[in-house]
């Protein structure tokens, strides 16, 4: 008998996750009173004004700005920082802050509030204490960063690659996209273990039926229930090829953790298109 044990639980068969959010009704957004923050990054106090559980390892924080009256200006694909007073562990009469990037999630279009699409690391050093804030809490903030962006004007097709919450950014890129009535092809091939991973599933199918032009893809990489499954299976990269309809006009978009990004970037490449058309953000 082999004396190997099973391998640790991950993702969503992980027993030891905390339990999920009980559901809450959906906040009523009122109009805030304030200014509006201006055009350059810049360091906030947010309030978490709503959380929601898609998955169960994964969180939605809906943050608004303290004595604002709308969110920051940002272009689709930036993200922020979160910042927070830790311990010193060289010195634990000291408090330390501890930063950690969060890409956008929400569009741009949606000034009600800013939307993060959040993976529990456990034993991370702080996506545990984010788990253990609730609606109300505060947080410091410093943005917009960063330039995972689609330029504009969109004259090419795009491809937006992710796995798990490398998610997040696509979700507010292609809202945009639409919302300002791009017409070129958009592709999203969008990889997790589970079904019960999924994120914005039932979000993407909606503006599928609406923008002809934009094709979701789902693919999962161990799905429990094979004969149900209604999308692809295995790794995004494997369905680039068929997905990608015109490599040599396309620019290619990958978010999400470093083997992902790399095996996507060469499958992209064998495709045909280009170094200079593949952009990507990673998340380690
Ligand atoms: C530009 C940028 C944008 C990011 N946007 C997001 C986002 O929108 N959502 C998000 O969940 N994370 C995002 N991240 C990752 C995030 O910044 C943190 O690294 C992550 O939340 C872990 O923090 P932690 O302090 O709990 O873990 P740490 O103590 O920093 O432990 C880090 C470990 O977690 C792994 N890790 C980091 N991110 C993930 C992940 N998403 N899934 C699985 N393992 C991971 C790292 O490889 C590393 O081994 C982003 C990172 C960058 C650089």
């Known amino acids: 008998m082999s004396d190997q044990r099973p391998a640790v639980p991950i993702g969503s068969l992980d027993p030891n996750l905390p339990p999920p959010l009980p559901k809450a009704a959906p906040k009523v957004w009122t109009p ?66 501890l930063i950690r990037s969060y890409s956008i999630a929400s569009a741009p279009e949606e000034t009600n509030f800013l939307e993060f699409c959040i993976k529990l690391v456990p034993g991370g050093a702080f996506t545990p204490t984010l788990w253990n804030m609730r609606v109300g809490d505060k947080i410091d903030v410093r943005g917009p960063h960063g330039k995972f962006i689609a330029h ?37 091939v969008f990889g997790v273990r589970y079904e019960d991973d999924l994120l914005y599933a039932d979000e993407f199918k909606a503006l599928a039926q609406k923008h002809p032009n934009f094709r979701p893809i789902f693919t999962l990489s161990r799905p429990r229930h094979p004969e149900t499954w209604w999308g692809e299976k295995g790794y995004v990269q494997n369905h680039l090829a068929t997905h990608v309809r015109d490599p ?37």
């Open 152 to 188: 504009e004007p969109v004259d090419y097709d795009t491809v937006y690659i992710a796995a798990g919450t490398g998610i997040a950014p696509f979700w507010g890129m292609i809202q945009h996209m639409l919302s300002i009535g791009v017409t070129r092809d958009i592709v999203l």
């Open 32 to 97: 805030r009173e304030g200014p509006v923050p201006g055009t350059k990054p810049a360091r906030y106090t947010a309030t978490i004004d709503e959380i929601l559980q898609p998955t169960p390892d994964v969180r939605l924080f809906r943050f608004t700005l303290d004595g604002y009256s709308t969110i920051m200006p940002f272009i689709a694909g930036q993200f922020i920082q979160m910042l927070t007073p830790m311990p010193d562990k060289n010195d634990p009469t000291k408090k330390k802050e």
């Open 248 to 284: 040599k006009n396309t620019k290619a978009f990958i978010c999400g953790l470093t083997p992902m990004i790399e095996a996507s970037v060469a499958e992209l490449e064998k495709i045909g298109v280009t170094k200079d058309r593949i952009h990507y953000e990673r998340y380690d």
